[in-house]
């Protein structure tokens, strides 16, 4: 069980490679979108100031869109972030399964798995991409569990015999 939780962790944590960077360049572009629209009506209105029939341009009604555009970018950014330090994370944890090992910091990644297939059905839906990291997190959970129980009994005997 914890070989193919590691397995799965690993095979997570590339999907999750991959997400982090589109959702950091798609928040990039989609915050630095705000900006754009804002020159793209400067030189509206200054091309057509000398033509009274122009149409005006409703300046409150497309800072307010814009704004909207640029906190929702700002919010992908931090979810990108999120996945590529989730990322670091779970192969750090599948490394740990294998090894048998540090049974918490299993824990933290299988969370961190968990919540970012989580954050990701929020933005995009449910998907069949998002299953090898709900199955890795609940795999490297059983997994941390059977770690914690095979280092208890090693706790108890340390007691000397008389």
Known sequence: MR???GVLLIVAAALNLFGGLGYLVGGGLASGSGAFMNKVADEMEASTASDPN???IDRTEMNEATGKIAAAGGLLMAFGLYLLVACGVM???AVY???GKAATFIFVAAAMAIIAEAAGMGI???G???LPGIVAGIFAV???MDIKKKAAPVAQ???PAA
Request: charged share 15%.
């Open 3 to 5: 070989v193919a939780a």
């Open 54 to 56: 122009a149409p005006k």
């Open 91 to 93: 192969i750090t944890g």
């Open 97 to 99: 399964l294998f090894k």
């Open 124 to 126: 995009t839906g449910f």
């Open 128 to 130: 069949p991409m998002k």
């Open 142 to 144: 059983i997994g941390a």
């Open 157 to 159: 005997e340390a007691t």
